[in-house]
Nanobody, 118 residues
């Protein structure tokens, strides 16, 4: 089992920044990839970004490319999502996920709310 705990959400004005953190514990060696997803009210959960834990390679959704940066601190078993130039449409609950591949994510955090006001 891998436990994931997100933090860092909040309320920010459009154009502002936030940094989300996701602390992993448990069988973290089984996590090949870690990712961030988000779910806005009335919408399906969507992929935001992912990072390959061991080598650090990254992938972003087109909607956040150039504004968001995913990174990891290997020693702290923590993944970050730096979000800049935030827009009201970025408002959502953001979830951290871990999985044994880049396709299937078996472990999920509880989510953290990000609200961007216009």
């Amino acid at each position: 089992q891998v436990q994931l705990v997100e933090s860092g959400g909040g309320l920010v004005q459009a154009g502002g920044s936030l940094r989300l953190s996701c602390a992993a514990s448990g069988r973290t060696f089984s996590a090949y990839a870690m990712a961030w997803f988000r779910q806005a009210p009335g919408k399906e959960r969507e992929f935001v970004a992912r990072i390959i834990w061991s080598v650090g390679s990254r992938l972003y959704a087109d909607s956040v490319k150039g504004r968001y940066t995913i990174s990891r601190d290997y020693a702290k078993n923590t993944v970050y999502l730096q979000m800049n130039s935030l827009k009201p449409e970025d408002t959502a609950v953001y979830y951290c996920a871990a999985g044994g591949s880049t396709v299937t994510y078996d472990y999920w955090g509880q989510g953290t709310q990000v609200t961007v006001s216009s």
